[in-house]
């Protein structure tokens, strides 16, 4: 197998990372708005990371395939699901008896997820969860300031 090889085409490559970056982007967006140390840069990162990783492990999948020969992608997204799990562990922390970032921590979880689910070109799914996502970032929040229930630390 080639060092380059790829079963995707340059133009399939573009829309799975571009996607898993916008997704990442707006998720941080909403993050840097609420003046959160895990914002742009570090949604982007994180979804675009997973999708590059998801994208390379089906590729190489497709390539290995045609050589007669066995793998299993699956193992790539249990191992990035697991991964990112430390990650965003590492942005909750305890104050006087208050857990903080919880939201942020489940926000880069979310965002490499969108990379995963991009990377694997499952479009429609990505779509359908950016939304349910926007929804409990952003409604929720609205509603919020409205004296509504479900007031959390962010």
Not at 54 to 76: K, N
Request: aromatic share 8%; proline share 3%.
């Amino acid at each position: 197998m080639p060092p380059d090889a790829t079963a995707f085409t340059l133009g399939e490559i573009v829309a799975r990372l571009g996607a898993a970056t916008l997704c990442g982007l707006i998720l941080g967006f909403e993050r840097e708005w609420r003046g959160k140390d895990a914002g742009l840069r570090t949604h982007a990162l994180v979804a675009l990371s997973a999708a590059v990783i998801t994208t390379s492990a089906l590729s190489l999948y497709a390539v290995v395939r045609q050589e007669g020969g066995d793998a299993d992608p699956l193992r790539v997204i249990q191992g990035l699901a697991q991964a990112i799990g430390f990650i965003a562990a590492g942005t909750i922390f305890v104050a006087r008896r208050t857990v903080k970032n919880l939201t942020t921590a489940a926000s880069v979880w979310f965002s490499a997820s969108a990379g995963i689910v991009a990377g694997a070109a499952q479009f429609t799914l990505l779509a359908v969860a950016m939304g349910f996502g926007l929804t409990i970032l952003i409604v929720l929040r609205l509603l919020d300031r409205f004296g509504l229930p479900g007031r959390e630390e962010e």
